[in-house]
């Protein structure tokens, strides 16, 4: 009974705390449903806009993932990325192949291109690690436009197969990435109560407590690097798909920046909310400021370092309030 | 002081035994030919004053430090070279000294991590919602739940560690390591940032949670906890066990009178 | 044999251009080094920060800012780029000592900051920064020794031996070894974490400019350029251990020595796929540089 008292307050902490993923769900809900009607109203434009920006959040989502439960900092990605996107243009163009196809190969492509970065990196320090992700984006456009027999080089390659024959091209590629969106969100709200979840999430707070319980660092770092490069990988299979072409100008080691910076913003969230904002925010902004295009770098060098200096002075705020003195 | 031999009776079946252990950092002996035997049933403490070598000895046990030299087995299993996640897998857990809970998950959800080693559920219903899955992860729950209950603090299920008193989440973390059903049980420190009322309610809910079959091993400053919790008790000093006994023996022993109220001296 | 011969004959001229710019990229992982070893920060905006400088000597010297001698410009551009140093090093300072994560993301919002900046004020061109030394050359036994080369050569020399100067004489030096192998005894033992973390940023600032300057003439200078210079000078520190100043001059060597090997034997157009494949062997068989053993961790 004494313990008991000593947790009096949950009450009042427990009901706020339930009140607020109900609201959550109710406006994810509600965002789903305007997504899901909205090629009824608007313009091919903004369709292929929001299309893009569906593919991206999941990149950033892939990040955000590698960042929530790795504890790590990945600003190659784009590498990833481009990995999915040319798996389904080169499947086409090489091999006539379409998306049920491409889909599949480029998922599995992006988990074994992250358990080969990650089983020789599986030792290092994160910082380590960004050093080797910079590396990784920095030498995949070399490799793109050197490789031009498969890659199409510096002009890159068109994807033109439909996923289903028949239906207008702008609704199906709208579509399909809403829909590969929602259901990657789908799948991380059931892994974070997942065994492998938990554990991740144990490992990245106290690696020493995980391996007393049998939770190896490599394995954590192992597994979070490939599902996060799996989900980067799917991510560029919808890009492709979406805008129809990839070329070497879209995975630069900025993209792979600006990945983060989209991660950073949405507070490494796994939510679809979070992704959309992540998401949006490095499709959009670009896209709707054009003319302001040089103060981009800046606008999110200042987004990181504004949400990092907010989130550092948050947790000592934390830290200073009453409640938890010993 | 005698030492009894693994092979010599029945009843130290499965026993926790250590023989010989010589641990050196950089030419300094941190441990020399320490012997230990601890039988299942039996809270065994380990003291002695700072520098005495026990927190060494404890990393020898846990599989943090390799000794020098010795052999350390659980009844017929060698553990001399098994990293810690191994020795997690033949039933050996601990609770840390600095609190050990992941501030992402919920108390519960942070004893649910102690069961990871013997779940099986794959990858394909870590992100699909599959029907063994969900039993398991219910089946998890509810031995969560049930080992939070039993050390009384099932109410706290759902808070996050941080919003939780020291007393709550240390005990938190032995209802963690106790999830899993283990055989030996590895306490670093446990009253360490706990209050007097705190200290109480822990050696309480210890001897509550004690069985016949469970090897469990105490590193503590704190001697009323040692003292009212453990069936023997260790003494070490320079490396070397000095003492070994009941905890009345002990408090007896000249040698440890010398060594406690000598070092208080200096 | 005689293909043996002609495979082998390019081996000098190749090893000395390799010496030469492998010092640049020294310099360069020099600045990387000083920050990581005093503050723990791996400092992302390195390579923006000394693009950013070069930008400036170009600036001040061509007119299109101000049109100065090329010493005023740099008088100028380094008084500039020691303030930036010192600004970047203010605003992340409370996230010093913070996790890896933090602080990498912070850096990279800064370098972004400064990558922004230049697009602004220079635009997208590309342009061309000379060094006012006379064009002069001498051959030794079929090796052309240019002026260049010795100016690099010179000027490496010259910064090595000024911060080894300071490090091991100074107090402030003294002070900056303490703080390298223990920020928080050494903040016990009243030493100025902060004014010992501007050393190394400053340092690091200027090292970069000094880099940027001297290996701009043999490429050319954009806003892109910066982002390869950066990696190679991380490819160095990570070769020399990032927590070893000898270690990262001698890594830059190295590395400037192994480029030009992979670029004439093997391909010019895997550059940086070289340099993650280096990254990584490095990493995962020697964790701790590849000259741990040779010169050890002190400085």
Redesign the interface.
Known sequence: ????E??HP?GA??SP?RAVPDLRKWLAALVVAVLAVLPMLSGSFLLYSLSLCFANAIAVLSVSVL??YG???S?GHSFFVALGAYTVAVMEKHLGLGLWISLPVALLMGFAAGLLFAV??R??????L???S???A??LP??L??MERWTGGFEGLYISRDLLPGVAKAGQRYYFALAALILVCL??A??R???????L??A???P?????????RSWARISVFALSATLASLSGAVVAFASSTVSPNSFT?WSG?FY??GS?VSLQGTSLLAALVGGGIITLVPQYLAGAG????????????IV??L???GSGL?RLLPG?G? | MAIIHAEAAPETRGALVASGINLSFGGIDVLKGVDLDLRPGLVTGLIGPNGAGKTSLFNCLTGLYHPNRGRIALGDTALDVLSPARRAGLGMVRSFQHMALSPDLTLLENVMTGLTLSRRSGWGSAFLPMPRGRAETQDARRRAMAALDELGIAGAADLAPPELPPGTQRLGEIARALVGGPKVLLLDEPAAGLNAVETRDLTRALRRVMHPALIMVVVEHDMDLIMQLCDQIYVLNFGKVIACGSPEAVQADPEVLRVYLGAGDE | MSGLFALFQDLPTLLWSGLVSGCLYGLGALGLVMVFKSSRVVNFAHGNLAGLAAFLVYGFSSGVLLNLSWGSAVALSLGLTCLVGVLAYAVIAPLVFKSDLTSTIATLGIGLILQGTIQIVFGAEIVSLELPIPSFGFGVGGLRITAYDLTVLAVTILMIGSLFFVIERTKLGIAFRAVCSNPFASRVCGLNLRLVHLFSWVSGAVLGLVAALLIVPTTFLSSTTVASFMLTAFTAAVVGGFSSLPGAAVGGILVGVAMNLFSFYVSPEFMNTFLLGVIMLTLNFFPDGLLEKAVGGRV
């Not at chain 1, 009974?1 to 008991?4: D, E, L, R």
């Not at chain 1, 030792?123 to 380590?128: F, L, V």
């Not at chain 1, 109560?193 to 554990?199: E, H, K, Y």
């Open positions: 009974m004494a313990v008991s000593l947790v949950e902490i427990r705390a960042v929530r504890g790590e900092v600003i020789p990196s030792r290092m320090s994160g910082i380590y960004a050093v080797a910079m590396a990784l920095l030498s070399e490799l436009i050197h799948a991380m059931h892994f109560g997942s065994r492998q979840g938990m554990a999430l144990l990245r707070a106290h020493r407590a995980a391996e007393a319980f049998g939770i190896t080691l920046i983060l910076v950073v040089d103060y981009v770098p800046i606008l999110y060098g200042s987004a990181l370092l990092t200096l989130a550092n002075s934390r938890k010993a």
